[in-house]
């Protein structure tokens, strides 16, 4: 796992600290270098491993005990300092996180985001029972999403979301995340997932550990759905799969197979369209997995081996 730190040398923490005891008011000295620290009486260190990116999943580690929040909000950390947070697919290019160690200091350390080029797509075949749902269709649509969005929303203590994650399948990417799509000519809302190409049946395995938060056979727009809860907010969505092997409440280990590839639903031909959720944030499932080119790659060259 690739990390980076972020901590006061000794030279400049000796620095601030005279200024500390020369200050008049006798007050908390402050060093401004990338990030500002507050009451200097320790070396100060968090650890963060993703892209600074928009749509981005970051994953953290910092002392037990630490207090930490994301633009001011409050962020759930482990009982042993790793925690998750996400950046939104058009989020502010400047963000704040804020660490309160246990001995009382504060690290405030702004995170300046790479602004990203989405893709736009256009998609032909849709029928118009899809594209304008009648009233009873709607409703159906409406109850699924509420499904959805609970199942995301739910908290629970597992730490499977700071595991190395692995694509639930490999092959050809047919969707990007973030792209703009237009479905027989009508602009539609950003694709919020990555699309693996592969045949009607092909088996999906869990990305990483996980419970099954929601497991149903056909909804209205995304058709065979499947959520795995990784903890602390971090999900996966499998959607338009032709049958589901696990359901909602059992627990699944990262490579078991969990789904088959399908077209069911808003799809003109079976992909498995996968997601990754921070919460209700929805974000970039490639910026948590190695490239697929650099994955199918090794996978040839097991196969010569």
């Not at 996400?86 to 009382?104: N, V």
């Not at 919020?192 to 990305?207: E, I, L, R, S």
């Not at 079976?270 to 959720?277: F, G, I, M, Y």
């Amino acid at each position: 796992m690739k990390m980076f730190e972020t901590h006061i040398p000794s030279r400049l923490f000796h620095r601030v600290f005279i200024s500390y005891l020369c200050s008049a008011r006798y007050s908390s000295a402050l060093l401004i270098l990338g990030s500002v620290l507050i009451a200097p009486q320790v070396q100060a260190q968090v650890n963060l491993q993703g892209k600074l990116e928009q749509g981005a999943l970051m994953r953290g580690q910092v002392p037990a005990g630490t207090q930490v929040a994301l633009n001011g909000e409050a962020i759930k950390v482990t009982s042993d300092g790793n925690f998750a947070f996400g950046f939104d697919r058009d989020g502010e290019l400047s963000q704040q996180l804020t660490l309160i160690y246990p001995s009382g200091l504060t690290e405030v350390k702004p995170l300046t985001l790479t602004k990203r080029e989405y893709d736009i797509q256009s998609v032909k075949g849709i029928s118009s029972k899809i594209m304008k749902p009648d009233p009873v269709a709607q409703q159906r649509a409406a109850k699924d999403s509420a499904q959805v969005k609970a199942a995301r929303a739910s908290f629970s203590n597992q730490t499977a979301f700071m595991q190395e994650f692995i694509w639930p399948l490999t092959g050809r990417i047919s969707g990007v995340y973030g792209s703009q799509r237009i479905y027989n000519d009508v602009p539609g809302n950003p694709h919020f997932g990555v699309d693996v190409a592969a045949k009607t049946g092909t088996v999906v395995v869990a990305p990483a550990d996980g419970v099954i938060s929601l497991s149903v056979p056909d909804m209205f727009y995304s058709g065979g759905t499947m959520v795995i809860d990784h903890g602390y907010g971090v999900s996966s969505s499998f959607l338009h799969l032709s049958k589901l092997y696990v359901k909602t409440g059992e627990v699944v280990k990262q490579g078991q197979a969990v789904a088959e590839v399908g077209s069911t639903g808003r799809a003109n031909g079976p992909h498995l369209d996968w997601r990754v959720n921070w919460y209700q944030m929805r974000l970039d499932p490639t910026t948590i997995v190695p490239p697929m080119a650099t994955v199918l790659a090794n996978e040839k060259a097991a196969v010569k081996d």
